[in-house]
């Protein structure tokens, strides 16, 4: 009813992971992927490419010209796969990123001169097909090496415009990137809304108005949390469809209308309430912003006390509310604050450190942290010392673990990445809140096998997140121990929600908080272990009201 549909054949996202993904290439072609700390990024569900590989490049186009000849296919997406966050270090690789750029275009020449060329080559079999190219993350921004992109390249910008309120400067700087975008190809560009787990219809709609002159119209994510709660999340695609219908409607009008055609006698009071929340969305994750759930809360309980729950405006109204019971758990929890939560400082990073596990460069002769018993803090049989660094946007992580000489480890799993037989051995997790986020979760084991999570979002979509973490880790089974070398990175940018920790650096003002917990499982017993101990609160060793405070010293 409201035209919005999946197209046929519509193929636009990291388009090169039928490529990269293949465990025959892994086997047989490692050069084709990403170098990192001397090995091929080969393992994982999506491993990095070295864009500098002809080999890869012959691949991927045999590929291309394969969809178009056996399925007539009108474009074919061939931005790089999910989690492509750091260039390859190869020596053909060096000097092609551009770290002056920020995080948003470090990797903007690199991969567009990539396809660029792929989009030239296809020209020569296929004229009239199409190459879509995606400006997202870490090559958001656009080139600034390339003139003018092939005539048969179509751009698609993830997060055109933003799902949170923006002050007028950062709008017109969005729209600026839009334009340059727009000046940069033959073709109209389509915008794609990644994640649809936000409230904002005054922001959707003034950004529609803001960029319809560049965008032809929009793919938006209706991810499977929106799709669980209808009540709440429908507006926002009730509002980008009338807008792209006519970008020239007034949303005021539009909104007004929907209020009083939608919600009936309690028009004012959910307008009152969706306004508020819209423009509280950024601190609904944070526990210092309490106060700010409270009252986005109180707002709507005072529209449901003002309308006759069996009529139809009341039932529309409780479905939205279905939306706001995770909000109403984390009140329950934070409400009250921390108690003076322990404090720890981050030391900054003024030297190289290799990321190998062995923990053996200056920077880790001295380790300020240790774990104690899990509950009180007590003395524990095992002990585990750390220490932490910062370098531009990089949180380092080493720590040591002492242990039984001769057999210092008990390993559940090798798979690499997120699988949950991890914490049937020994682990070591990683807990860190920003103050956008509480939190995310970084469980290690022994091998360097990771399990990383965002804990904010629906359980379903936990493991959707990828920390991006570089971690190693080494065992010295002589000496009985084993330790951990990991380089977190993070970002103040909202654009890519699932990749990477989303917060500014760490200061008094704006502190993060953490825990780092250690599991020790023997048959003959288990130990635990934290940094700040979680007392006999519910949560465990994750009862992130218990987290000690972070900043840089």
Known sequence: RQGMNHPYFCDTYHGMAPVTRSEELRKNHPEYYALYNGVRSTEGKTPESCLSSEGLFEEHVKYIRMMFDMYDMPYLSVWPDDGFTAICQCDKCKGKDSPDRGRQGILSNYVWDYV??????????????????????????????IE????????????????????????????????EWARLTDNKVIAFNNVGGANTPNVFAEDIKGIKDYIIGEDMWINSGSLEQPGFMHLNYYVCARMWWNPDLDPDNLLNEYYKTFYGPVADEMKAFINYYEAEQGNMKSISSAPVIKK????????????????????RVALFGEGLESNRKFYDIVKDGRDNPPVFKIIKVDSE??????????????????????????????????????KDNDLYVG????????????????KPLDDSVLWYGDAVEILLETPMNSYYQIAINPEGSICDLDRSTNKNDWFNWDSEADVKTY???????????????????????????IGSTPSEEKPWFFNICRQRIREDGNESSTFSPVGKKSGGSRNFMAFGKLIVK
């Open 116 to 145: 660029n060329k792929i989009g030239k080559e296809i020209a020569k079999t296929h004229p009239g097909k199409m190459i879509v190219g995606g400006a997202y993350s870490t090559y958001f921004l656009p080139p600034n090496n």
């Open 148 to 179: 003018k992109l092939n005539p048969n390249i179509m751009v698609h910008i993830v997060n055109a415009r933003r799902r949170t309120k923006l002050t007028e400067a950062e709008a017109e700087e969005r729209r600026a990137v839009v334009k």
């Open 296 to 315: 986005a809360l109180d707002l709507f309980d005072k529209t449901v006390s003002k309308v006759n729950p069996d009529s139809v405006y009341g039932k």
């Open 353 to 390: 450190i290799k990321l190998d596990g062995k923990l053996d460069e200056d920077f880790w002769k001295e380790f300020p942290g240790e774990l104690k018993g899990l509950a009180d803090g007590e003395d524990i049989k095992y002990p585990a010392k750390f220490k932490m660094g910062l």
């Open 399 to 414: 720590i040591k673990l002492m242990d039984e000489k001769g057999n210092p480890v008990n390993i559940s799993q090798s």
């Open 475 to 501: 065992i010295n089974k002589e000496e009985g121990y084993w330790t951990i070398e990991a380089r977190i990175p993070f970002t103040p940018s909202t654009q890519d929600p699932l990749h990477e920790i």
